[in-house]
């Protein structure tokens, strides 16, 4: 009995031990070795703080930065991320700086971006400094690597193709129309020509109804029940982000992890329900789950349930938010340019105007200037400002030895302002700078190389569909009530929403639709 006390403390010594040396190794000894070995090779950076890295620097510069911009003002570093743009300017394009006790190598060199996104052997997906994002995540391509990612991209691909695409108006035709039908009776409401709506509210809606629609192919209440607790797993995943860097925090039984858990948990049996529904009756239906489904039935079997599952929280997740936005701060910039407004209204209606319907895929692609300006929208507002990636093994890249484990930034929203690209007005609303195609090469504003966005052109196609179908009917301008704030969470957003004065262009109603 001695003995196995003995034996047990033993193991529960050397247990201690490597929890405590493991723990000194991450939070004292690679700091110090990784910045040394940073610095011989000319990369420096804020100086490590023992277990909060360069995050508490990082958190009072923000405290200090301005509340709002005014809304002429597209250069929103100052008040979105001040640090990245106090270290860009005393480090240089690319150094070094600490995520708690990890290191990240913050990059604006074009040259050396382009080949870490073009290299994803070395060069991996990482969740967002949200652990929490694998558990939901974790089988689902935006986190997968290899013959994994490979395998889904196979599967999933086709569904993205551009015949396939051409039938996708009809998804956003109907939510379009609702969204237009809340307008008219707000302002019919009004005993006015025009309302006040949310923007950014009503971009969610819409978007949430055409990515359910696109992932489980139905037309019915069933993606309501799935988008409604997908909405709200999101929220919480990106609420997560600003938990401590501590290991194992999402294990914790916080009320927001044991809410995340049970979400989860009911998302998944949706689907579950759907899929079994459907296998019991020998069709795979439509949609992105259709085509799933087919995989899974076939003799090889080339995606599992649980990875089916986990696509389709995946593509929601990564799909409309980023839509949402992209819609949102395209008719933030129409509202705010009237002239580009006027322009782009009457280019509509003079190569499309048949009215009712949404646009198809030809159509689209002769709308020039619209097209310029989702450019330029996703230029100055990329949804997705960052990009990260981390290291599978000790690298070298651009003659820069890189340790195991290192996290890569690529800031996005900060690539898109370079003046040597973009020239000195890079900070200016100027959509005629994509008038001969120029530059197209250095927008990154859906990734660039493998593992580029593949749900890019289904974005860009129903937002400027919705564009085309609103600007038909309706005139906007900014509401005195808007503060021009942009925020990141995980993508850019206006803090306090999108307050817009929407007027009825034309006197008769919703039966103009028929
Ligand atoms: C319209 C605005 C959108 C923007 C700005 C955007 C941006 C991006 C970016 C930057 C990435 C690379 C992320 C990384 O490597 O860490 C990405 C990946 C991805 N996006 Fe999008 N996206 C948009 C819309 C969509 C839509 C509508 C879908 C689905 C229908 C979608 C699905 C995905 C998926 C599944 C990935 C992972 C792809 C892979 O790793 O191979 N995205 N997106």
């Known amino acids: 009995m001695d003995q196995v006390v003995v034996v047990a403390r033993l193991i529960c010594t050397l247990a201690t031990v490597v929890l405590i040396s493991n723990a000194l190794w991450k939070l004292l000894g690679r700091p110090y070795v990784v910045a040394r070995s940073l610095q ?113 991209l196979k599967v999933i691909h086709p569904k993205f193709n551009e015949e396939k695409l051409k039938s996708m108006s009809t998804l956003v035709l109907e939510g379009t129309r609702q969204m237009m039908e809340g307008w008219y009776t707000q302002i019919q409401n009004s005993n006015t020509d025009q309302a006040e709506i949310d923007m950014m509210h009503d971009s969610d809606e819409l978007t949430q109804g055409v990515i359910g629609q696109l992932i489980l192919g139905v037309n019915n209440k069933a993606y309501r029940e799935f988008c409604i607790p997908a909405k709200e797993i999101y929220e919480l995943l990106v609420h997560g982000m600003k938990d401590p860097p501590i290991p194992g925090f999402r294990y914790l039984p916080t009320r927001r992890n044991r809410r995340l858990a049970k979400l989860d948990k009911f998302c998944t049996s949706k689907i579950m329900q759907i899929m079994e529904a459907r296998l019991a009756k020998g069709s795979y239906g439509e949609g992105l789950l259709g085509l799933m489904l087919e995989a899974y039935a076939s003799d090889n079997k080339a995606l599992s ?13 990564a799909g409309q938010d980023t839509t949402a936005n992209l819609l949102t701060w395209a008719m933030f910039l129409l509202s705010n340019y009237p002239q580009w407004q006027k322009n782009v209204r009457e280019e509509i209606l003079r190569e499309c105007p048949e009215e009712g319907e949404a646009p198809s895929t030809n159509v689209l692609k002769k709308l020039k200037l619209l097209n310029m300006f989702v450019l330029e929208t996703l230029r100055l507002y990329n949804p997705a400002p960052f990009i990260l990636r981390k290291t599978a093994c000790d690298t070298n890249v651009s003659n820069i030895k890189v340790a195991k484990g290192t ?39 859906f990734s660039y190389g493998p593992r580029v966005c593949i749900g890019r052109d289904f974005g860009r196609i129903e937002v400027m569909s919705v564009m085309v179908m609103i600007l038909r009917r309706f005139a906007f301008s900014l509401s005195p009530k808007y503060v021009h704030r942009p925020r990141h969470r995980v993508v850019l957003t206006p803090k306090y929403g999108l307050p817009l004065i929407v007027k009825n262009l034309q006197l008769d109603g919703p039966d103009h639709y028929d």
Not at 305 to 317: D, N, S
């Open 40 to 152: 011989r090779q000319g990369i420096r950076g804020p100086p490590y703080r023992f277990a909060v890295g360069s995050l508490l620097e990082a958190r009072r510069m923000l405290k200090l930065a301005p509340g709002a911009l005014d809304a002429n003002c597209h250069d929103y570093a100052p008040v979105v991320y001040p640090f990245f743009q106090k270290w860009t300017a005393d480090y240089g394009k690319t150094f070094l700086f600490w995520w708690g006790p990890t290191p990240c190598i913050f990059s604006t060199d074009m040259e050396l971006v382009k080949k870490m996104l073009a290299d994803t052997n070395l060069f991996q997906t990482v969740h967002y400094f949200n652990p929490s994002f694998e558990s939901v995540l974790g089988k689902g391509m935006l986190l997968l690597d290899g013959d994994d990612w490979k395998r889904h």
């Open 305 to 317: 349930i649980e990875e089916i599952v986990a696509e389709c929280k995946t593509f929601f997740m």
């Open 407 to 445: 996290r890569i930034m690529i800031p996005v929203g900060m690539l898109h302002r370079d003046k040597e690209v973009w020239g000195p007005d890079s900070n200016e609303f100027n959509p005629m700078r994509f008038d001969k195609g120029n530059n197209i090469s250095s927008m990154l504003a």
